[in-house]
């Protein structure tokens, strides 16, 4: 999935800053394409045009029948000022536009800079509405659902927190009514509800990482069976004067890119480690069914069966991680026959409530146990540890697991005998 790496997040960045240090609130549509563009959230050409002269020319370009619209860094709502002008072709019809939406703002010194030129495209599909907001209590709030010029009217949207992942786009999709038409209804074909699904993931995303923005809309996002475009789209920004660290925070943190890294296996088997995902639950019923006896009463301080490890309930709890209180990471491999994604490790920082320290869980497959991955885990949980501000990490240990106290012991842990819980104690402040 393109969209939302480092560099194109720091373009959308690049774009809003220039907005804030021109102490500005509202984003031009030119800029607010910009940054869906950033995102891989393909959006119909837009040409931006100071005079009649230049729109011509930029029409006859483009060719076909065009849309013209107010250019302008103060006015939010184009249509609601007589500001959009669709299906022009010819110079007379593009030049009574061009006059037409300037005449409509005359009265607001400052709000028309030009026009926006655009191809008029075909509406043979759907109108969707896609767009974000601040809730006091919960932070930015997505919306999706049926879009157009009568949205109000309809009233068929789902709201949602971000980040998304598939399985909650897709959730969000299937709330709306124009999902059973986005299926196809009536012998049409319905639209790739893959890529729509995964428009949406991308579009969260934005809102997670773009911290600055206050409210974006998109409508229409027209989707077809044959294509996905935002026609247009009105970002506003939070004020100027509020500092970042004054933004509003997600209800749900996103998940945390920053633990993603490779590593290599004492054998040579390169290996990925990653935050764990919701999606990650059939890989971790494999994982469980590779471990040993030992193995589980090593972790556990007992015999708890197969079954009961792998309840969904239980798994859950663990997948659908809540990065704020939990942080979990997986060691990745791939299979040398069927190149499928194995887990062959976890390790767990939980926080504990009300107090700024943490305990530490580690569990690895039999077959990549003495590789170093129990090791390794620590330290990048150690390192988690400092970079989430926790003052203590700790953890039991069984008291014949010597492997265990002593990888413990090599990193710094003081690990001592606790006769009230019958364990060893291995604590190390931070």
């Given at each position: 999935m393109k969209g939302g790496d480092a560099r194109d997040q720091a373009r959308a960045e690049g774009i809003i800053k220039a907005a804030v240090q021109a102490n500005r609130t509202l984003l031009t549509e030119l800029e607010s394409k910009q940054i869906l563009s950033a995102y891989d959230i393909p959006t119909v050409e837009t040409h931006v045009a100071t005079s009649e002269e230049e729109t011509i020319r930029i029409a006859a370009k483009l060719g076909g029948m065009v849309v013209l619209k107010l250019y302008s860094e103060t006015v939010s709502h184009k249509t609601d000022v007589g500001g959009v002008k669709l299906g022009l072709r010819g110079k007379k019809a593009i030049r009574e536009a061009y006059r037409e939406i300037q005449d409509a703002v005359r009265?607001?010194?400052?709000?028309?800079?030009?026009?926006?030129v655009e191809p008029m495209i075909d509406l043979d599909g759907y109108e969707l509405i896609l767009g974000s907001s601040t809730d006091a209590q919960?932070?930015?709030?997505?919306?999706?659902?049926?879009?157009?010029?009568?949205?109000?009217?309809?009233k068929d949207y789902v709201l949602g927190l971000p980040p998304l992942n598939a399985t909650l786009a897709r959730r969000m999709m299937e709330q709306t009514r124009v999902y059973t038409a986005l299926k196809g209804v009536r012998g049409r074909t319905a639209v790739d509800l893959a890529q729509l699904e995964a428009l949406l993931v991308r579009f969260s995303l934005l809102v997670a990482q773009q911290r600055r923005i206050k409210?974006?809309?998109v409508n229409p996002l027209l989707v077809s069976p044959t294509k996905m475009l935002a026609l247009d789209a009105r970002i506003v920004l939070h004020d100027p004067s509020v500092p970042e660290k004054d933004l509003p925070l997600l209800a749900i943190r996103p998940y945390p890119e920053q633990y993603v890294s490779?590593?290599?296996l004492r054998n040579g088997?390169?290996?990925?480690?990653?935050?764990?995902r919701p999606e990650d639950e059939p890989l971790m019923i494999k994982f469980h069914g590779s471990?040993?006896?030992?193995?589980?009463?090593?972790?556990y301080f007992g015999f708890l069966k197969f079954e009961q490890r792998t309840t969904h309930e239980r798994l859950t709890r663990i997948c659908f991680n809540d990065y704020d209180r939990e942080m979990a990471i997986v060691g990745i491999r791939r299979s040398s026959e069927s190149q499928a994604e194995e887990i062959i490790g976890i390790g767990r920082l939980i926080k504990v409530h009300g107090a700024n320290e943490a305990e530490f869980a580690i569990l690895v497959?039999?077959?990549c146990q003495g590789q170093g991955l129990g090791t390794h885990f620590l330290k990048l949980l150690i390192?988690?540890?400092?970079?989430?501000?926790?003052e203590m990490i700790f953890g039991h240990i069984l008291p014949a697991n010597y492997t265990m106290q002593r990888v413990c012991k090599n990193l710094g842990f003081n690990v001592h005998y606790d006769s009230f819980a019958e364990v060893m104690k291995a604590v190390i402040k931070l």
């Open positions: 009265k607001n010194p400052g709000a028309f800079l030009g026009v926006t919960f932070g930015p709030v997505l919306l999706f659902g049926s879009g157009g010029e009568l949205v109000e009217v309809r409210e974006i809309e490779a590593w290599e088997v390169r290996i990925s480690i990653r935050p764990i471990l040993s006896e030992d193995s589980v009463y090593s972790r497959s039999d077959e390192e988690i540890g400092r970079k989430e501000g926790t």
